[in-house]
């Protein structure tokens, strides 16, 4: 037979596979909820963030539900569409949502740091044009969106080095495959757009100034709290109220590998 080419899968796609097939063998049954978050990166000793895109992977592909505030719970057969993607496919899709957008972090810092010292006021004007129409348009997601986007270029164009603006229009459109936009849904809310008004401004209100390092601080802060509110609460447990796993089972796990105990 001959050899067949090797197609790279990423780590939450990894874990995905691992819990779709827990369920597959009935060890997390139809209507259970899932282990939280934090004990399930422990046991496979990977980051939250894989988690949560493995988690968000398989909602995707309708084997689980998210109920943000509440937990992970294992859909029912008829409910769960085919095909599944999200758990079984071997393609690389790219960057997840978190490591995209700490690229974005570490490379939009630098640039903002750069537009600081390269600002002019036209440039600056065209900034403030652009959180102008991310206000007005504050309920129309595809205008804010156009907006919010136009904003990051700019910086970039701000700079005066032609490479820059593609590179983050690029890292930009990213930022519009199936796992981004089911975490925008779940977690984008009315104070995260509200704050990134806040956060845009700041970052107008340091390149105008001319300090780089204020630039490069509030891009960093700016990016960092999306982040942050892409992670939290998936399954926050109420107090009185433990959580279930499947049948009770506990999971034993090495690194990067999880199973039910024999």
Same mark, same amino acid.
């Given at each position: 037979? %001959?050899?067949?080419?090797v197609e790279p899968m990423r780590l939450y796609r990894q874990i995905a596979g691992q819990i779709a097939t ?5 060890e997390f049954t139809a209507g259970s909820r899932l282990p939280p978050e934090r004990e399930l990166a422990t ?19 309708? *084997? ?68 102008? *129409? ?55 809310? %009315? ?45 926050e447990e109420p107090p009185h109220k433990p959580a279930a796993a499947g049948k009770g089972k506990k999971i ?7 199973? %039910?105990?024999?």
């Amino acid at each position: 037979m %001959p050899l067949q080419t090797v197609e790279p899968m990423r780590l939450y796609r990894q874990i995905a596979g691992q819990i779709a097939t827990l369920i597959g063998n009935g060890e997390f049954t139809a209507g259970s909820r899932l282990p939280p978050e934090r004990e399930l990166a422990t046991l496979l000793g990977v980051s939250r963030t894989s988690v949560r895109e493995a988690i968000i992977a398989l909602e995707i592909a309708g *084997r689980v539900e998210v109920r943000v505030g509440t937990g992970i719970f294992v859909t029912r057969p008829g409910a769960r569409r085919k095909p599944e993607p999200g758990a079984t496919s071997e393609r690389d899709d790219g960057p997840g949502p978190f490591e995209l957008l700490a690229a974005r972090s570490l490379i939009e810092g630098e640039i903002a740091a750069l537009a600081a010292r390269n600002a002019t006021a036209k440039g600056v004007l065209a900034l403030r044009e652009t959180i102008a *129409r991310m206000r007005v348009h504050a309920d129309d997601f595809l205008r804010r969106d156009a907006a919010d986007r136009d904003f990051h270029v700019l910086v970039a164009e701000v700079t005066g080095n032609g490479a820059l603006p593609s590179t983050v229009g690029h890292l930009w459109d990213q930022r519009h495959g199936d796992l981004w936009a089911k975490i925008e849904e779940h977690f984008h809310t %009315p104070a995260l757009r509200a704050k990134t008004l806040i956060d845009h401004e700041a970052i107008v209100a340091a390149i105008e100034a001319r300090d780089a390092d204020a630039a490069r601080a509030s891009m960093h802060r700016h990016l960092q709290r999306v982040a942050h509110e892409f992670k939290r609460r998936i399954d926050e447990e109420p107090p009185h109220k433990p959580a279930a796993a499947g049948k009770g089972k506990k999971i034993i796990a090495t690194r990067g590998t999880m199973r %039910p105990p024999s």
